[in-house]
Structures are given as C-alpha cells and as structure tokens.
C-alpha cells in the first residue's frame, strides 16, 4: 500500500532561521508528483511547492525548496527565512501520473516564533 | 481567478437535518474533488468527478452520503439524515486535465450536534 509518513508532528522555528520538514513515502511505482500544502489558520489548504519524480533537480519556489531523494523515498521541504505567516499545517502528499488519488501524510504543525 | 469558492464556510445543523454544501470550481477545471478531514482520520477522498461525470466514489461513507455535479461550475455534497459523527471539515478542489495539482476550496465546518 502507499503511504506517506510525516514523523514530525510539531515543530517551532525562529523567525528568520530556517527548518526542515520531513516526509517520507512508499511506493513501488516510479512515474508520480510530490507536493507540499500549507494549511494556515484559515484552514484553507494552499499548494506550496511541487514535484515531477522524474525530475532530478529540486524545486524552489522563493523560500521554499524541497530535497528530493528519490531512491530514498524520502521529500523534505525546507523554509528559509521563516516568518511569522508560515505558521501552519504542512501536508505532504504524493499523486500517480494519470491518476487522481492523492494520498496524503498525517501534517506537522509548524510555529514560527517571534 | 477567485480559486475554488465553497458554502457557506460553517454549518451547525442538528442530528437528523439535511445538509448541502456547495462548491464552485475553478473556471476551465475539469475535475473536482470533495475531501473529509477529521483529526482521526486526516484527509480522506470522498468523490471525484470528471467532467461532471462521478468516477469514483469509493471514499462516500454511507448511503446518507450523495454528491452530484449537474454542470462544470457547481457541485453539491448532501448528507441526509446529519449524525454528530459527521462532524469535520469538508474540502471541494479542482484540478485542470493533465495537470496533476489540485486546489483546494476554503473548506467547510460542520458542526452536527
């Protein structure tokens, strides 16, 4: 069966430093996405950052970037610079090419001190 | 583009009531989802459509469960009769053909009491 493991269930950053969130999964396919969705307070659930698993290079998005290791099975997304509104949920989560069934990890609460 | 646009946000309805949440996707989407989130059970796939047409609803927990999609830019969950168990946050996204992201409404609170 897939899965998504997130063994960090809460965690607490700085202001302005930076943190790493972990994520792993298990899959025997080889053609899916990877992404990470920042639920704030708000609840809504924001896309962060994606990921092609058959590309070898890191995504960024601004202070967002993920390290992809693949034959590890593993998607850590780091956030520099923290700041106060990162304060949320993160999901990671993972999709099959052509197919519609994301499977979601369990989320680590991220507070972002000042 | 306004993203995906549910109601109302928060419903309190008492045991035995029917309750519609509704869900607007994003223009151009031809699939759309609900989700369940629940602290037990985290986010859990209700239904998905494709163009308008429901290919899996596996996830749908009970008959009390309905969910349909009469055009591309409107879809409704119904729960009759509402039990305290229903109780949690519901979630409608969309995703564009071949692309594999999915964009998540707001959500909505419902309280069954």
């Known amino acids: 069966a897939q899965t998504v493991t997130q063994s960090q269930p809460e965690m607490s950053v700085q202001e302005a430093e930076t943190v790493t969130l972990s994520c792993t999964y298990d899959t025997s396919e080889n053609n899916y996405y990877l992404f990470w969705y920042k639920q704030p307070p708000s609840r809504q659930m924001i896309l962060v950052i994606r990921?092609?698993?058959?590309?070898?290079q890191n995504a960024t998005e601004n202070r967002f970037s993920v390290n992809f290791q693949k034959a590890a099975k593993s998607f850590s997304l780091k956030i520099s610079d923290s700041q106060l509104g990162d304060t949320a949920m993160y999901f990671c989560?993972?999709?099959?090419?052509?197919?519609?069934?994301?499977?979601f990890g369990t989320g680590t609460r991220l507070k972002v001190l000042a | 583009d306004a993203g995906v646009i549910q109601s109302p946000r928060h419903e309190v309805t008492e045991m035995g009531q029917e309750v519609t949440l509704r869900c607007k996707p994003i223009s151009g989407h031809n699939s759309l989802f609900w989700y369940r989130q629940t602290m037990m059970r985290g986010l859990e796939l209700l239904i998905y459509?494709?163009?308008?047409?429901?290919?899996?609803d596996s996830g749908m927990p009970e008959d009390r469960f309905s969910a349909k999609m009469p055009n591309a830019s409107f879809s409704t969950l119904k729960i009759q009769p509402s039990e305290p168990r229903d109780s949690a946050v519901y979630f409608c996204?969309?995703?564009?053909?071949?692309?594999?992201?999915?964009?998540f409404g707001q959500g909505t609170r419902l309280t069954v009491v």
């Open positions: 459509f494709n163009n308008n047409v429901p290919i899996d």
């Open positions: 989560a993972f999709v099959f090419s052509g197919t519609y069934k994301y499977i």
């Open positions: 996204a969309s995703s564009l053909k071949g692309m594999p992201e999915a964009f």
């Open positions: 990921q092609e698993a058959y590309k070898q």
